[in-house]
């Protein structure tokens, strides 16, 4: 198991350069890559993506690269003397509509880009290396991650002990739920009938019919059976080496819908102390599972 968060940096040194890749993971229903990369790099997106990819199945994820280049292969900067001239130009003649000179330094041509260029350079002498970093670190995002699963697998194979604990106690309690109802129900006609004649035989009859119906409609064993079921099935997929967040997900869900039908078939009888115990339970677990590949 692991978590969709994670934080990893690595550099590698390569021939005539060195590349920095940090790589960052959060929560993310699906798995998107979105990147902070020097234009250099970008040829080299969809390879990026694929090694990524390779490791990391679901989440939003951050690539940032840098890197430094040998001094021996600082790019040359050309200038463009005609553009510059032309600038200088266009300068001398605004000088002349606005009646005083126009003074233009240094600083101003080099903030013209078309003046001042960098040679471009070619990424496939550095793509070997481009790709090791980031390969490299998101393999250490990926044990950051197996580190932090670890933890949250641990966190809820407690609260699913929690839930089959007090499972086990809801259990006890309707194996006589029949006899909880009769006695529930003889007192409240009873009350109903204070001060009347009525045959008692026929009343107990009545009654005992009367709960065997209500017995039936809240009869839970299915709910109880399919609740285990689903515990045995969480617990499985804690073991599992791939990606399970969103049917964990999924199971938080069925689950959560049969505690709910549990309690409501028991309103007559009090569980309600241990189902909304459950209820809780499921919702720490599902708050967990959003943070699980």
Known sequence: MKSMTG??????????????????SLNGKALRIRFSIPRLFNPLITEIQSVVG???????????????????????????????????????????????????????????????????????????????????AVLKLDEVRKIEGEKIKKYL??????IAKTLFEIEKD????ERKLFNKLVEKVKKLLEGMNFDEEEFLKRVEIEVAFLAEKQDVSEEISRLKMHLKRFRELLNVDEPVGKTLDF?????????????????????????????SEIAKIKEQVQNVE
Do not use: W
């Not at 934080?7 to 960052?24: F, L």
């Not at 280049?69 to 002349?96: C, D, F, T």
């Not at 199971?251 to 209820?279: A, F, S, W, Y």
């Open 251 to 279: 199971l938080c869900q069925e689950m959560h819908r049969e505690i709910n039908t549990l309690g409501n078939k028991l309103k007559e009888v009090d569980v309600t102390e241990p189902v909304l115990k459950i209820k």
């Open 54 to 136: 390779e490791v990391v199945k679901r989440g939003e994820i951050d690539v940032h690269l840098t890197y430094r280049l040998s001094p021996e292969l600082v790019p040359e900067v050309s200038v463009n003397y005609a553009q510059a001239e032309k600038y200088l130009k266009a300068v001398r003649k605004i000088s002349g509509i606005a009646g005083r000179e126009v003074v233009v330094n240094l600083k101003d041509l080099l903030s013209i880009p078309e003046i001042f260029q960098k040679e471009e350079l070619e990424v496939e002498p550095f793509k070997s290396a481009v790709l090791a970093a980031v390969r490299k």
């Open 7 to 24: 934080y990893a940096k690595e550099t590698v040194k390569g021939e005539n350069i060195e590349v920095t890749a940090e790589i960052k």
């Open 157 to 162: 194979e407690e609260r699913l002990e929690e």
């Open 174 to 177: 309707v194996e006589g739920i």
